[in-house]
């Protein structure tokens, strides 16, 4: 994928944003988070080169070879991806925020690997969709969350994250990213501020903007299918 592509294909994507907005009645800006998983370094190298800073990552392995690779650039990284307890010493202080704390345990741990005076970004992944196999806290649970994260003065909440079932029914699509938008009124009429909602990738994320999402994460729309 060459840089030209790379910023024609992202010219595109910025046009339907813009109306998925306007539809939406929204105004607030959207951040493109170039998701580079199962492309090489130069992915990276591109995105950077069309204007988009903040790259994304679903394993940490793969993160952190490509940050050492490409360690020149400025790009702002985020783990999008499902958590291990396990990996958390290694995700802590790699990445601006981490997408996928979706239960009690991970956020302690989190928390407890964060160094002396630091502070970690987190948003809660919630399981807005209903799928057995969707990684996420259940809508009910997540506000106690968010309540331990805020409670945790090594973390930073950031916001929410969600995904949608897989399908083309943008109405489908839209139900499910209203309950995080939802949730996070809800959240905000007690007084907690919510930044952002992560939610939308490059099959729905016209409906995740209509619906008030502040970051997509965008891959295959950008870089094609997947080297691997």
Do not use: Y
């Not at 793969?62 to 990284?77: G, I, N, P, S």
């Not at 995080?180 to 909602?197: C, F, I």
């Amino acid at each position: 994928m060459t840089d030209g592509r790379v910023i024609e294909r992202l010219a595109q994507v910025r046009q339907r944003i813009a109306a998925a907005q306007e539809r939406g009645g929204w105004r607030h800006p959207v951040t493109v988070i170039a998701v580079t998983k199962g492309h090489g370094p130069e992915a990276v190298r591109s995105a950077v080169a069309a204007g988009l800073l903040d790259v994304g990552e679903n394993r940490v392995q793969e993160a952190l070879a490509k940050q050492d690779a490409v360690a020149d650039l400025a790009a702002r990284w985020h783990l999008i991806g499902s958590l291990q307890r396990n990996k958390a010493r290694q995700a802590v202080g790699r990445f601006v925020a981490i997408h996928s704390v979706d239960r009690a345990e991970l956020a302690e741990e989190l928390a407890r690997r964060v160094t002396a005076g630091g502070r970690q970004r987190v948003l809660v992944e919630v399981n807005c969709s209903g799928e057995a196999q969707k990684g996420g806290v259940d809508p009910a649970a997540a506000s106690a969350l968010v309540d331990l994260i805020l409670a945790r003065p090594t973390l930073e909440f950031g916001g929410l994250m969600t995904m949608a079932a897989l399908t083309d029914d943008q109405a489908v699509q839209r139900e499910t990213f209203a309950r995080l938008r939802q949730l996070k009124e809800t959240l905000e009429q007690r007084g907690v501020r919510v930044e952002d909602l992560s939610m939308g990738m490059s099959g729905d994320f016209e409906a995740a903007v209509t619906e008030g999402a502040t970051m997509v994460r965008l891959g295959t729309i950008l870089f094609g299918e997947r080297e691997r």
